[in-house]
Structure formats: structure tokens, C-alpha cells
């Protein structure tokens, strides 16, 4: 091979590491502002909640319109309109909009518990569109211009938010009038239901727990999750509303309202619990959906965020947050690389020199287990333990989706449109089956694992072991999620 050539890709492989290592090493730093911020947080809640809940019940509380986005969601959609109903709030402040987009069974029953609900003095409005323009955001849109409320709450229809959810969230907008957007911890109804729900869970938590706190706590920009969190009607008009030419609106409003200077609150003391994804294939397409939304708001929000007045660390973190998918497409490279690089490269490194970059790959690597590990013990307190068996099945989930999640990206970076596929949900009906089958995409895991496997065995035949634990994880990830995939989509029991 021609040896410029080599240098080339020897040259994109170790950049490659670098900048994966980069993302690595950051999630330590969310662990220290989580640290940091974690008690102030803590106490100001307290102080709003301890003066402003007591109103709640003896003062004229803002108009509260709760909106249901649906789609072909039979399984789950009773179960929270009847939880919205539920909903303690004053007589006469509270209503209900169910954004009614489906086109099977779910319209009859969405009906008929919404004539349900009325009979009982709920105000429920089903309201349902000509065209599925704008997909969710598009409901949205337009429930929020028939929206009588000046706070909206938004949940997905797996979702069900206790009695208690709204006496515990519209207190922190009646302390702060320039606070546009309050987002809620999820919470998880079926995390006991598989392996795969429960590494879910712990990534989830991940996130919540430790990534939304810090970045919240610290000023940095935080995003709403599309679900479980309640807007002020103006900051939503303020920031441009809905808009549908990303697969995450909800980051990509979140950003728009930040920018015009509203306030967002992370409340992660309020859990509404929600369905995980059970089948992997559903779990995948849920993954693709925000592995390429984020990379679209990131192309169409980053430009005014580097131009912007922000700090250069508010800047920096934004950009980590955005572009967060990248590691996908970094991992398949590395992937791939290892043994060309191999094959090309004579290094050898010095005891002293093998140790410390050892140490500094091992560091990066154990990161994200790091904040997985925190987000348990400050979610669970005791007997978060017992969650860390789960941990190497997470790391191996997080890469055998990287496939996946790589076409996600170079989708989103070639400009090619997509349609907003729903992430189905079992609920407690288990009436409609809905499902996502990709025994394609298993097939092509499961040969990266395969490939990864013999990079492995290679590497520690020629004696090279300082990228052997890497490979180990990549062939162990993409087999199992390749094996998995095929099981799940043949309908082999998950």
C-alpha cells in the first residue's frame, strides 16, 4: 500500500481514538457540576415548593392545558388519558387535549374514554388532523393554537404522571415568570421485564439523573426530553413554536427558547414513569430517531450558538450535547481500522509509555460507566448496587447500536429526509401488536462482531495488547446485539 496512504489512515484511526476519548473524559466532568451543584439545587426547590405550594388551592393558579400527541397507540393510550385525568389541580384551570393522529382501532377507544372522562367533569378535547403533516410537532403546532392554557403539559401516550404532578411543577413557574420550560425525570413501568429493558434503564437514568442536573445547574443548555416536562405558552411562541425539519423538536425548541432568554428547570425529584422499548428493534429505531435529530438540530442550531454571546465552556458543552451521536460512527471506524492499522504500524511502545496510555484509555472507557454508576446510587440510594451486574450488558448495547446509529448520523449529515416513526410500546392491553423488524441490520452487526473477533485474535497474536479490551468489547457489543436483533425480529421470546 502506498505509504502516504498509510500514514493517512494511521493518522484518521488515532485521531479517531482522540476525539472518542475526548467525548469519554466529559463525562466525568458532568459527574463533578452534578456533584457540585447537586445541594443548592436541592435547597432552592425546597424554598419554592415550602412558599408557593401552599396556593395552589386558595389562589387563581394558571390556566394548565395538558396535550396527548398519539399515533396508533392502543396499547397504552387509555391508561394516560385517564392519568392526566386524574391530575389534582384547581376546578376549571385544568384541560385536556388528545392530539389524535391514528388510523386503526385507537381513534374508537380514544373516544370512548374520552367520553369517559367528560361524564366525570374532566374537560377532554380529542382534536385530529386532515394530514400527518410535521408528524408530532405538527399535532403539537396545532394543539397549542386551540391550547386555552398559558402552561402546556405535554406527555408521549406510554407515559403516566402521578396524582400530584402538576401541584409540584407549576409552583417554579410562579416563582420565576421568565421560566419557559420545566422538564420531569423519567421514570421506567417495565424496567424488571428483560435484560434489555434494564440496561435501558440505567442509560436512561444516565442521562436524566447526572447529564440533564449538571448541564441545568451549571447554565449550560439543557433540552426538553419531548415528554413529561410543561412549557409556558409564550416561550414556545417566542422561540419560533414547532417546527418539524428535525426528528427532535423537542431539542430543537428547547435551544430556540434558551436563545430568546428564557429559563429551563430540571426537576429531578418528579418521576413519571414510562414504558422502555422491549423489542430491540423498536429500541433501535427509537435510538435512530434521536441519533439523527440530534445531528439535524446540530447542523441548524451550532452556527448561532458559536456566533452567540455564550461563554466559550457554555459553547463548548453545547456542541458535546448536540453532536453527542458522533461517538457511533467514531466507534464503527475504529472498528474497522484496527487491523489495517495493525498490519501497517510497527510501534512499540516503552513499558512506562504502554502503562500511561493504558491508563488514559482505560479511563476514558470506564468514564461513561462512571456516570452510569453515579446516576444509580443518587437515583436509588440503597441497593443501587445490585444495578452494577448490568453495566457490561449496557456497554455492549451502547455499542452494537453504533451500526445503526452511524446510518442515523450520515443520514442526517447528507441532508436526507426521514419520516417521524413512532418507538411502539406493549402497554397492559396487550391487544395490537405493533412492531419493527430489522433482521438486516442484525445480520450486518453480527458480522462487524465477527470481523472485530478476528481483529482480536490477531492483535494478541502479534503480541499487541493495548487495544485488545476495545476489540473485546466491540466484537462482544455487535454479536449481541446482532444475535439479539434476530431473535427479537424471528419472534423468539425477549
Known sequence: MNLVVSYIIIGFYFLTALVLMVYGLNCYL?????????????????????????????????????????????????RVMRAAARMKYPKGRHDIQVLDDSTDETRGLIDQVAKELRSEGHDVQVIRRKTRQGFKAGALA?????????????????????????????????????????????????RERSLLTRVQSIGIDGHFMIEQSARNWSGLFMNFNGTAGIWRKEAIEDGGGWQWDTLTEDMDLSYRVQFRGWHTLFVPDVVVPAEIPEDVGAFKSQQFRWAKGSIQTALKLL????????????????????????????????????????????????????????????????????????????????????????????????????????????????????????????????????????????????????????????????????????????????????????????????
Open 142 to 190: 396545532q394543539g397549542m393554537n386551540l391550547a386555552r392554557g398559558e402552561l402546556i403539559a405535554i406527555f408521549d401516550a406510554d407515559f403516566a404522571p402521578s396524582k400530584d404532578y402538576l401541584q409540584r411543577m407549576v409552583p417554579f413557574f410562579l416563582a420565576d415568570d421568565r421560566l419557559g420550560l420545566a422538564q420531569a425525570r423519567w421514570g421506567h413501568l417495565n
Open 303 to 494: 452556527p448561532g450558538i458559536f456566533l452567540s454571546n455564550a461563554s466559550i465552556f457554555k459553547k463548548v458543552e453545547a456542541f458535546f450535547h448536540l453532536t453527542h451521536y458522533l461517538v457511533h460512527p467514531l466507534m464503527v471506524i475504529m472498528a474497522i481500522l484496527a487491523l489495517p492499522v495493525l498490519m501497517m504500524l510497527e510501534f512499540s511502545p516503552s513499558p512506562a509509555v504502554f502503562t500511561a496510555i493504558a491508563i488514559l484509555l482505560g479511563m476514558a472507557m470506564a468514564a461513561p460507566s462512571t456516570l452510569y454508576l453515579a446516576s444509580q446510587r443518587a437515583s436509588y440510594g440503597k441497593g443501587w448496587g445490585r444495578r452494577v451486574v448490568y453495566l457490561p450488558f449496557l456497554v455492549a448495547v451502547g455499542i452494537g447500536i453504533a451500526l445503526s446509529n452511524t446510518r442515523a448520523v450520515l443520514e442526517a449529515l447528507m441532508g436526507r429526509e426521514s419520516p417521524f416513526v413512532r418507538t411502539p410500546k406493549k402497554g397492559d392491553r396487550e391487544f395490537k401488536c405493533y412492531g419493527i423488524k430489522l433482521p438486516w441490520s442484525g445480520i450486518l452487526e453480527i458480522a462487524l462482531g465477527i470481523y472485530c473477533a478476528g481483529s482480536l485474535g490477531y492483535y494478541l497474536a502479534a503480541g499487541k495488547y493495548l487495544v485488545g479490551p476495545f476489540l473485546a468489547a466491540y466484537a462482544s457489543g455487535f454479536l449481541f446485539v446482532g444475535f439479539l436483533t434476530l431473535a427479537h425480529a424471528s419472534g423468539i421470546s425477549k
Open 30 to 78: 458532568m459527574v463533578f457540576l452534578f456533584q457540585r451543584g447537586r445541594k443548592s439545587a436541592e435547597i432552592r426547590r425546597r424554598r419554592i415548593l415550602n412558599r408557593y405550594t401552599h396556593v395552589i388551592n386558595t389562589e387563581p393558579m394558571p390556566r394548565v392545558t395538558t396535550q396527548i400527541p398519539v399515533y396508533n397507540e392502543y396499547n397504552v393510550v387509555a
